[in-house]
T-cell receptor
């Protein structure tokens, strides 16, 4: 079945560091990828939508200069948390959706998340 | 985007059938209904998806009435490993993202 791989699974770094998280679709081409963040005991919150070859669309309240998204190919999207601070500590999850057809709907497939801890 | 409403939590004993109902009163014509399961510190895992009537796969069944304003995820004979948060989402086949509600926290007791 479809697999989305996310790397790294866990990052611990000092305040002020920039951190890059990779999201790859392993056995299908993902024209669209989504980035979510999740705080403890809460639901997933959509951060942004990235489309291959075009700029990402950010949700209201998400700083695009803080969370840089690049969807350079049909199998890779990256999220860079720039100058991370303790309040950026969270669980970041990506998802990918392949191209649909008129008679099917590709479900979103999720990575296993990245636990980011900023000291 | 259609909003979904689910019970916050449910408890069940091992071996029982669990039915989780989701309300989505303003579901659009093009929307599909998708259920995901999430364990702590993992990404959501796809369970089942449907448009109308009944869908069944190896792990669950999804019942959707004719008006499509609600849906019920049925988990047969749950085990302790089914303890997780279950999310019901609705969305179309395009590039619109799925918006997560609070989900249902299922606790399976021995």
């Amino acid at each position: 079945g479809a697999v989305v791989s996310q790397h790294p699974s866990r990052v611990i770094c000092k305040s002020g560091t920039s951190v890059k998280i990779e999201c790859r679709s392993l056995d299908f081409q993902a024209t669209t990828m989504f980035w979510y963040r999740q705080f403890p005991k809460q639901s997933l919150m959509l951060m942004a939508t990235s489309n291959e070859g075009s700029k990402a669309t950010y949700e209201q309240g998400v700083e695009k200069d803080k969370f840089l998204i690049n969807h350079a190919s049909l199998t890779l999207s990256t999220l860079t948390v720039t100058s991370a601070h303790p309040e950026d500590s969270s669980f970041y999850i990506c998802s990918a959706r392949g191209p649909g057809t008129a008679y099917s709907n590709q479900p979103q497939h999720f990575g296993d998340g990245t636990r980011l801890s900023i000291l | 985007l259609a909003k979904t409403t689910q019970p916050i939590s449910m408890d069940s004993y091992e071996g029982q059938e669990v039915n989780i109902t989701c309300s989505h009163n303003n579901i659009a014509t093009n929307d599909y209904i998708t259920w995901y399961q999430q364990f702590p510190s993992q990404g959501p895992r796809f369970i089942i998806q449907g448009y109308k009537t009944k869908v069944t796969n190896e792990v669950a069944s999804l019942f959707i009435p004719a008006d499509r304003k609600s849906s019920t995820l049925s988990l047969p004979r749950v085990s302790l490993s089914d303890t997780a948060v279950y999310y019901c989402l609705v969305g179309d086949k395009g590039n619109t993202p799925l918006v997560f509600g609070k989900g249902t926290r299922l606790s399976v007791i021995a």
